[in-house]
């Protein structure tokens, strides 16, 4: 794949129309809409239910065997329910999907507004973690249970489904892999943001890089003085503002901003300070110090930002050593080791 950009606005008809001009600009890319709201006609546009019937039939052949067990097979032959978190993964499904089938191409991809969005990427971005950390060791552990389950059918006269001990099958699990790595890597992936004020761009913009993922330009749809335009981007530099307040501003200023060439930054740096204490560099600009936790968790550091929360690998040489204190320095997390 070329770039994948991402696009997302707490205004939806502004988000639709800057992800039209980026689609426009980038001639020969592929626009998908993932908010589940179907408005971009000319994007190839997810719909929840849809998604949801196509997958069906498979599904059923999974479950069917524990509804029975439960006397609930009545509910094969009823319209699945869209059940709290489903929506999102048939997103990601369709999402995977989507991707594969345009590997070639820059794909433009509508997202729902911000703080939907920063959690359906950090559900995809920590899927794998979880895959290796918690699905495979229940798995496992339930494949050693299986003969003790099973000695107790004929006591209580029901069947044990033969799926208890079944692994994500290889090719999703690896598909979630480079989909969660792609997401991660600031030459591939990045963000265009539209906010109606400063203080929303700047909460979003630390969100997105929580989530991996780097804001390479803003809309800023409001009314600014000189001042506060000078100051706000030398704050969220290097992303490239877009100042403009109404619709014929943006028609006239977008083919320059769209234009602007932006070098990605390195998420996480691991150094080492003068004193001799080991430092994990984290960019988080506009960051509010007072909003985060930091944990550490044997050998992963941990950050909590409201709902989000995202962990890092700390190298080997971090094992001996202890936090000893975190500081913001240009628009970076400082965490000190020692």
Same mark, same amino acid.
């Given at each position: 794949?070329?770039?994948?950009?991402?696009?997302?606005?707490?205004?939806?008809?502004?988000?639709?129309?800057?992800?039209?001009?980026?689609?426009?600009?980038?001639?020969?890319?592929?626009?998908?809409?993932?908010?589940?709201?179907?408005?971009?006609?000319?994007?190839?546009?997810?719909?929840?239910?849809?998604?949801?019937?196509?997958?069906?039939?498979?599904? =059923?052949?999974?479950?069917?065997?524990?509804?029975?067990?439960?006397?609930?097979?009545?509910?094969?032959?009823?319209?699945?329910?869209?059940?709290?978190?489903?929506?999102?993964?048939?997103?990601?499904?369709?999402?995977?999907?989507?991707?594969?089938?345009?590997?070639?191409?820059?794909?433009?991809?509508?997202?729902?507004?911000?703080?939907?969005?920063?959690?359906?990427?950090?559900?995809?971005?920590?899927?794998?973690?979880?895959?290796?950390?918690?699905?495979?060791?229940?798995?496992?552990?339930?494949?050693?249970?299986?003969?003790?389950?099973?000695?107790?059918?004929?006591?209580?006269?029901? =069947?044990?489904?033969?799926?208890?001990?079944?692994?994500?099958?290889?090719?999703?699990?690896?598909?979630?892999?480079?989909?969660?790595?792609?997401?991660?890597?600031?030459?591939?992936?990045?963000?265009?943001?539209?906010?109606?004020?400063?203080?929303?761009?700047?909460?979003?913009?630390?969100?997105?890089?929580?989530?991996?993922?780097?804001?390479?330009?803003?809309?800023?749809?409001?009314?600014?003085?000189?001042?506060?335009?000078?100051?706000?981007?030398?704050?969220?530099?290097?992303?490239?503002?877009?100042?403009?307040?109404?619709?014929?501003?943006?028609?006239?200023? =977008?083919?320059?901003?769209?234009?602007?060439?932006?070098?990605?930054?390195?998420?996480?740096?691991?150094?080492?300070?003068?004193?001799?204490?080991?430092?994990?560099?984290?960019?988080?600009?506009?960051?509010?110090?007072?909003?985060?936790?930091?944990?550490?968790?044997?050998?992963?550091?941990?950050?909590?930002?409201?709902?989000?929360?995202?962990?890092?690998?700390?190298?080997?040489?971090?094992?001996?050593?202890?936090?000893?204190?975190?500081?913001?320095?240009?628009?970076?997390?400082?965490?000190?080791?020692?």
């Amino acid at each position: 794949m070329h770039q994948l950009i991402l696009i997302s606005g707490n205004d939806p008809n502004h988000s639709e129309m800057l992800a039209k001009a980026v689609a426009t600009h980038k001639q020969g890319s592929t626009l998908i809409d993932i908010t589940g709201e179907a408005e971009l006609r000319s994007a190839s546009n997810f719909s929840c239910v849809e998604e949801l019937n196509r997958r069906w039939p498979d599904l =059923k052949q999974k479950v069917a065997p524990w509804l029975n067990l439960l006397k609930l097979e009545y509910l094969l032959s009823q319209q699945p329910p869209l059940l709290p978190g489903l929506e999102d993964c048939l997103r990601a499904l369709f999402l995977i999907d989507q991707i594969e089938e345009n590997m070639n191409n820059t794909i433009i991809l509508l997202m729902p507004q911000p703080a939907q969005a920063q959690r359906f990427l950090m559900g995809i971005i920590n899927t794998p973690q979880l895959i290796e950390q918690i699905y495979n060791p229940l798995i496992t552990r339930a494949e050693q249970l299986k003969e003790t389950l099973n000695s107790l059918e004929a006591l209580f006269n029901f =069947k044990m489904p033969q799926n208890i001990s079944q692994l994500m099958p290889a090719n999703l699990s690896n598909k979630l892999k480079e989909v969660s790595e792609l997401l991660q890597d600031p030459s591939k992936c990045e963000c265009y943001l539209h906010a109606t004020n400063e203080r929303m761009a700047k909460k979003d913009i630390t969100q997105f890089n929580l989530c991996g993922i780097q804001i390479k330009k803003l809309w800023l749809n409001c009314s600014l003085t000189s001042e506060e335009l000078i100051k706000i981007n030398q704050e969220l530099s290097p992303s490239a503002i877009l100042h403009a307040s109404s619709l014929n501003e943006f028609e006239s200023k =977008k083919n320059i901003w769209l234009s602007e060439q932006l070098a990605s930054e390195t998420p996480v740096i691991f150094t080492e300070d003068s004193d001799g204490n080991s430092i994990a560099s984290i960019l988080l600009p506009c960051l509010d110090k007072k909003q985060l936790n930091v944990q550490r968790c044997g050998n992963k550091l941990q950050l909590s930002i409201g709902c989000l929360r995202r962990t890092y690998q700390l190298p080997s040489i971090f094992n001996e050593l202890s936090p000893c204190g975190a500081r913001l320095v240009d628009r970076r997390l400082e965490v000190r080791f020692r």
